[in-house]
């Protein structure tokens, strides 16, 4: 593990190279690693996390929440992986990318941490499709768990076609509409239609299970094709692959 960086409060990403020096095998955007851990005590745990960073040759970036309960794979990296750690991985997988040639507008949508894949489209669409219209739309709680929004902000700015909208479910007192955060609340299927090319776009989407479940059934009654959203999501680990 080459680099750790705290991206919020609960959230730090972990930047992995290759121990022999060799190339990584390329991934696509949205695609995720599968880990296998052995913490000191107890047992040895699988868990996959998608690759927040775009497509390179040199290294992977995973972005991953802290999960204070639950059988501590999270805890594991965040509590005591150190920089120069070796971890195994699987090659990338996973069916949830952005195509090469992305044919209409993109909506990206995520809330929580489930950020991760779309972080890494952003990154591919401000590389190589210069006149792809985005929107990346996210809500978390507040700006102490908001996680990337400068460096996503940053990307959007240079490219100029990528629109950025973040929602704060649970704003501080120090958090200002218009400064940290661009609405309060959750993001909504009103809003959707009202800010987003509903009947042209692609929807990917990431998110917990009621997050999916809303937006998916909303999506099919705005009459948007089951074929144009795309969806992945961060199940539990007895569903990890
Ligand atoms: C395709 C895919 C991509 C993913 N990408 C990411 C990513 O980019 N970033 C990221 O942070 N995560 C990602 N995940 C989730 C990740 O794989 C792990 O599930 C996550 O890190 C939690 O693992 P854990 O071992 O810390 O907790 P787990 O043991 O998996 O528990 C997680 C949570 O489940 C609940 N829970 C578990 N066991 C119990 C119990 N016995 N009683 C009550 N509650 C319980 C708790 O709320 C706990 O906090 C992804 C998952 C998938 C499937």
Redesign the pocket.
Known sequence: MADKIRESAV?TSFVLRPVDGRPVIQHKPGQ?LTFRFQPASGAQ?K????I?CGPNSDSYR??????????????FLHDDVKVGDILEATPPA?DFFLPEAPPRPVVLLSGG??L??MVSMVETIADHHPALETHYVHGTMNSATHAMDAHVRSLAEAHGKIRVATFYSEPHPDDAVGESHDADGFISMEWLKDNTPLHEADFYLCGPKPFLHAFIGDLARAGVPSDRVHY??????D??H
């Open positions: 959230i995720y745990l868990r996959n996390y998608s927040s995973i972005s991953v929440k802290r999960e204070a309960n639950g059988q501590g794979g999270s805890r996973g941490v489930d991760t894949p992945e999501l961060f199940g539990p680990a569903e990890a």
